[in-house]
């Protein structure tokens, strides 16, 4: 799947995780034939473009193939370090590669799968990770992950299962106003009461705390698009309000929009941004939509139970019951039918904390200023410019997915958002910050595709999973409506939803950028020392969190070199006198330094080096590697 994720700087690891072999045999134990180890063979060496950039010929037919499996195969590599961090008890990394394990999930169900095998295989590896999510994690409870509610659902599903199918007397509540939701209490929403304050007492306290600084954001919003300010509450119950929530059904953010929904409502969802994850405008969505569910069925309920379950279902129980109440339609599924109880409950709750134990320590109040950004800047170079704290960047900003402002479009900047008091300070520091670094690395392939009949700009966009925007860009089409037959097109498909990383050059001038291919049984402190670079500055070269050594076979890393250097590596000499001379190999073994290997066959190590074309005072070599070694005759 796509090359490992680069994960920010500001990733609030505790410490790196520690692969030891314990935990993999636990992994191995727990992932059995579902986790597909890398091929240790190379593949054909694409050809570099530039900055992150390259291309690759497939044959007709390939293209759509090939994706699925680079998906899943990063998805297999993500829920490796997942299970790993979490055996190894690192809360907070187990969480991160959670959070990014089901955002890639969401990435391959956007493809078009091949055949039923394929929806086969993307099944069985989703429900092995939440079976694992759910049942077998040992840290993840300490965390809010962004599959917390979906959790917590499923859980409270399986604690309604027990619920009597008689309400009890209903009482509406005293505390509806005009354009307010009705309240109600039944003995439903009594047991949800119950369970919110005791099996799901640690969720519900980390939404209350959270209330008050969503809060502030969405009912205004609800109120100017003539929604009920109460709504925030379905939102709450949806995400707990958490931007980068996920379910099981791929839905996202604090509204919980799946991709199909959230194109209809004008979400924008490309490799730069997810809208659907942004609280202001899945807010206006969500708004728009309830207030076409409510125009169709006349009431705030019946418009709630579609949201959940889709129009389609709520009409079909209406005409079974032959009845618009609510209450009265048996016939929707049970989390539908336990979904207003579910909001209500929240409501009830939230409005006398005390009365059920609570005590909200609310989180402070989210508030910006936005600024124009006219070039793609990481996180990091944008925290600089504003003074601030890229993490805090990522709170404010949670629709944008790698971790950098998207390039403009159509000439139009990017509205950045930036906490409040720091704007006079990027104004001062934008120019001269932005004009020293160099473009954003986006981990991007460029795909050929050759124009067939029938074929529209908005097909291949959908194929490749690409905006057609940035297939005009890439391709300088000014008609978007007329393509040739056969006519050859670049398609710039992102490998993965990595993190996007401002090229980071060295200060020192006389350097050039070489690109070093990984081979199999490669360390990346040995590719550091064979090039005579810092471990440390190799990892910012490309992207790689401190203490990270993670490489993949085929993996193309950034070295910076002196121009004027000598190449790292010599030429295989042989022996002067090589008709007096015998050769042999040797192959070597775990735990050989090539000093020892040298005493121990008698030769010089500058020879062992030259005869084996290994760079002065360099010493590195690999397991399984073969070393010339010659001898002299009898």
């Not at 899943?72 to 990014?100: C, I």
């Not at 295989?121 to 809010?144: C, G, H, M, P, W």
């Not at 599903?157 to 009890?168: A, S």
């Not at 996007?500 to 990984?518: C, D, F, H, N």
Request: glycine residues 6%; aromatic residues 10%; hydrophobic residues 40%.
């Amino acid at each position: 799947m796509y090359p490992r994720r680069t994960i920010p700087k500001f990733a609030p690891f505790m410490r790196p995780t520690v692969y030891i072999r314990e935990a993999v045999s636990i992994l191995l134990l727990v992932l059995g034939p579902l986790i597909q180890l890398a091929s240790g063979q190379e593949s054909s060496a694409p050809t570099p473009l530039g900055d992150g950039l390259v291309t690759l010929d497939l044959a007709p037919g390939e293209d759509g193939e090939s994706r699925f499996d680079e998906l899943m195969e990063e998805a297999r590599l993500v829920f490796v370090d997942a299970v790993v961090a979490d055996k190894s008890g690192d809360t907070l990394e187990a969480a991160y590669y959670f959070d990014l394990l089901f955002e890639a999930m969401a990435d391959v169900e956007q493809l078009p799968m091949v055949d039923e095998l394929q929806r086969l295989e993307f099944n069985r590896f989703l429900n092995a990770a939440i079976a694992f999510y759910e049942n077998d994690s040992q840290t993840l409870e300490k965390v809010e992950t962004s599959l917390t509610v979906s959790a917590l659902r499923d859980e409270l599903g399986r604690y309604t299962r027990t619920f009597p199918p008689e309400l009890g007397d209903i009482s509406e509540l005293d505390l509806n106003g005009e354009g307010h939701l009705p309240i109600v209490y039944n003995d439903r929403v009594a047991r949800i009461i119950q369970f919110f304050t005791t099996q799901g007492r640690r969720n519900m306290q980390v939404w209350l705390n959270r209330l008050p600084r969503y809060g502030r954001i969405i009912e205004p919003i609800l109120e100017q698009e003539g929604v009920p300010i109460q709504m925030v509450y379905l939102a709450l119950v949806e995400s707990g309000l958490n931007p980068r929530a996920y379910s099981w059904k791929h839905a996202v953010g604090p509204w919980q929009f799946i991709s199909s929904t959230g194109r209809r409502y004008d979400l924008t969802r490309d490799w730069w941004r997810d809208e659907r994850r942004d609280y202001e405008k899945s807010t206006l969505a969500a708004a728009r939509y309830l207030k076409d569910l409510y125009a169709e069925f006349g009431d705030w309920y019946l418009a709630m139970a579609a949201y959940n379950t889709g129009e389609a279902r709520v009409r079909r129980a209406i005409r079974v019951h032959q009845t618009t109440d609510f209450w009265k339609l048996h016939i929707l599924p049970r989390q539908t039918r336990n979904y207003i109880p579910n909001i209500m409950a929240a409501f009830l709750i939230a409005q006398d904390p005390e009365k059920y134990g609570f005590t909200v320590d609310p989180e402070p109040p989210l508030e910006w200023d936005e600024v124009s950004v006219d070039k793609s800047l990481t996180f990091e170079t944008l925290a600089q410019i504003a003074e601030c704290r890229a993490e805090t960047l990522a709170v404010f900003n949670p629709e944008l997915r790698q971790f950098a402002s998207p390039p403009p479009e159509d000439g139009k900047s990017y509205m950045f958002r930036i906490p409040k008091g720091h704007k006079e300070a990027f104004e001062r520091n934008y120019e001269s910050i932005a004009s020293q670094v160099g473009p954003v690395m986006a981990d991007v392939q460029i795909r050929r595709h050759r124009v067939r009949r029938g074929e529209s700009l908005y097909s291949i966009s959908k194929r490749y999973s690409v905006p057609m925007g940035a297939i005009a860009r890439a391709n300088r089409l000014r008609n978007w409506h007329s393509l040739r037959i056969g006519q050859r097109l670049e398609i710039p498909v992102p490998t993965s939803s990595v993190a996007a990383r401002q090229l980071e050059t060295p200060s020192t001038p006389g350097m050039k950028r070489i690109y070093y291919t990984v081979r199999p049984m490669d360390t990346l402190s040995e590719i550091a020392e064979s090039h005579g670079v810092g471990l440390s500055k190799l990892r910012r070269w490309n992207g790689l969190r401190p203490g990270s050594s993670f490489i993949r076979v085929g993996q193309k890393l950034v070295v910076w070199v002196p121009i004027t250097a000598a190449p790292p590596i010599v030429a295989h000499r042989q022996p002067a006198n090589v008709e007096d001379m015998e050769k042999f190999t040797y192959t070597v073994r775990p735990g050989d330094t090539l000093s020892q290997i040298a005493e121990a066959h008698g030769v010089g190590l500058s020879k062992l080096r030259s005869w084996n074309g290994i760079r002065a005072n360099s010493s590195h070599i690999r397991v399984g590697q073969r070393l010339v070694i010659w001898k002299q005759k009898g």
